[in-house]
């Protein structure tokens, strides 16, 4: 199994910092693709950064140049620097591990999701 433990949410006022951090515990060496998505409320959940094997990282165009996702792997964690928040970016931030992309043995122990992180900014 991989359990995925968020934290780092909080209140911040427009144009301010947070950082999201994702714990991964349980089989960390199955994260080969991981994900930040966040889900404002009343709306749906879209996927906000990608952080891939090789360093290889995708934005949604919502927060390029604002956001960046890293990892630490002596840690176990992958980051979410979010910085120039804006209002809209209100949301529950979640950390996912897909089925896509993992080896073969690491399959049964995915698809996981973390339980979230509320990240809410004012104007």
């Known amino acids: 199994q991989v359990r995925l433990e968020e934290s780092g949410g909080g209140s911040v006022q427009a144009g301010g910092s947070l950082e999201l951090s994702c714990v991964i515990s349980?089989?960390?060496?199955?994260?080969?693709?991981v994900h930040w998505y966040r889900q404002p409320q009343g709306k749906e959940r879209v996927m906000v950064a990608t952080?891939?094997?090789?360093?290889?990282?995708n934005y949604a165009d919502s927060v390029k140049g604002r956001f960046t996702i890293s990892r630490d792997n002596a840690k176990n964690t992958v980051l979410l620097q979010m910085n120039s928040l804006k209002a809209e970016d209100s949301a529950v931030y979640y950390c996912?591990?897909?089925?896509?992309?993992?080896?073969?043995?690491?399959?049964?122990?995915?698809?996981?999701w973390g339980k979230g992180a509320l990240v809410a900014v004012s104007s």
């Open positions: 996912h591990v897909p089925r896509e992309g993992s080896s073969w043995w690491c399959r049964s122990a995915l698809p996981s």
């Open positions: 349980g089989n960390p060496v199955c994260a080969h693709i």
């Open positions: 952080l891939a094997d090789g360093g290889n990282t």
